[in-house]
């Protein structure tokens, strides 16, 4: 259906050629994702997938209390506190925006479908209308004409152009996640390696011992939630970049005419 864009070649930004296509590169088979909370229609390996839905619903935002004898102690807490919650929105943001995605699809496929059915039905719904994709570090863009695809599309099109604008979305976010999950992970890992210096900072602060044992508890209480951080953002990875191969494969129905 669709003919590649013949600037897409590799570089630092876009990824290098296959034998499909330079925009689309022969990864792992897709694994299949999961939206936040419908059941899905399909289910490969079950035991696996139910397991690693349990680690999903365990991934939560983090909430630090103030260590008001350490202002600095006190930034450090709440800027990475920051860094994780912009990270967990974003994921919350990908997991809301793919099973969007995937409802326009769920009257074809008796539920929710998987992501490579979508977009095979995508395929389908745009009928003659050529799609031409950029894909650069973590993201592939869909570019189409708005006209043409209106007119060659099957169904109603402004439903076919709300789900080419719901794919390229998705992959915003996937770039989103991917880019910012391994920077927090080394910077709390880097404040949780200080830890018991930082403690020893939080009792030096009160020597006299007039604010009594709050600071230090909260010290400590803070500490624990961010040791769950690291396993907790490796899940979110994990969840995305699977989610981004499922994109990856899946679209080579999209922008190969070997279709």
Known sequence: MGNLCDCICPSAENLGPTQKTPLLADGNKPVTSQPANPKSARVHNPNTEDEFMTSLELVTPIELGTVTTVPTLDKSFQDHAKLYNDLYSSFVDLRKCLHQFKTYFEHDTGGIPVLSECLILLNKRCGAAKLRGSRTKNCIQIMYDRKTVSKCCEGQPEDVIDTLELYNTCNKHVKSVMDKSSQVKSSISLILEEEQKLKRE?????????????????????????HKLPDFIETIHKYTSHTFNEIVNGSKVLFSDDV
């Not at 939080?202 to 604010?211: C, S």
């Open 202 to 226: 939080v009792t030096k602060a009160d020597p006299d011992g007039k604010q009594g044992p709050e600071p230090l508890r909260v010290t400590s209480k803070n500490f624990s939630k961010l």
